[in-house]
């Protein structure tokens, strides 16, 4: 299992940042959005509880990423208001890159600023191709979630 980990400063109250980023169409906007890493595609995203937030929001992602069918599911396993979530795949998850994974978001309040830290756990998928994909696409794209979600929260709150 593969694990990296970012973290940024935002100046805004842990209240607002937390608000913002539980939401997941904020923090999973760099995929509903065309991109070079992408590879020029976006995917949708369907809300599959009653519940948008709090401990078991559940949602579908899907799409298309080149010629790849994407369809995988992710569940909120903990969820500690103002402080803490986490939120992995379930169910048999058709992705090209990882074969699973859990993000962890925890926010710590440092004066007037939020300290955000996210990091994913992730493992390579099944399948000799999809194998090789992630041996060399793997951290990279990893890397490039996690950062995509920081920047983009901090970018609300600060521009």
């Not at 890397?143 to 920047?151: A, E, V």
Request: hydrophobic content about 40%; proline content about 3%; some cysteine.
């Amino acid at each position: 299992m593969k694990v990296k980990t970012k973290n940024i400063i935002i100046k805004a109250p842990v209240e607002q940042v937390f608000a913002y980023m539980d939401n997941i169409g904020n923090t999973g906007m760099h995929m509903m959005k065309n991109s070079s890493m992408m590879m020029g595609s976006k995917l949708k995203l369907d809300q599959l509880s009653e519940n948008a937030t709090g401990p078991n929001a559940t949602f579908r992602w899907y799409g298309k990423m080149l010629w790849f069918k994407m369809d995988f599911t992710v569940l909120v396993t903990k969820w500690i208001k103002d402080r803490e979530k986490s939120w992995e795949t379930i169910g048999s998850a058709r992705m090209i890159i990882l074969g699973w994974y859990r993000m962890q978001l925890i926010l710590t309040p440092i004066e007037n600023t939020t300290k955000a830290e996210l990091s994913i756990q992730y493992i390579k998928p099944e399948g000799f191709f999809y194998k090789i994909l992630s041996l060399l696409l793997s951290s990279y794209y990893a890397s490039w979630c996690l950062s995509n979600m920081l920047n983009d929260s901090k970018h609300y709150f600060e521009s």
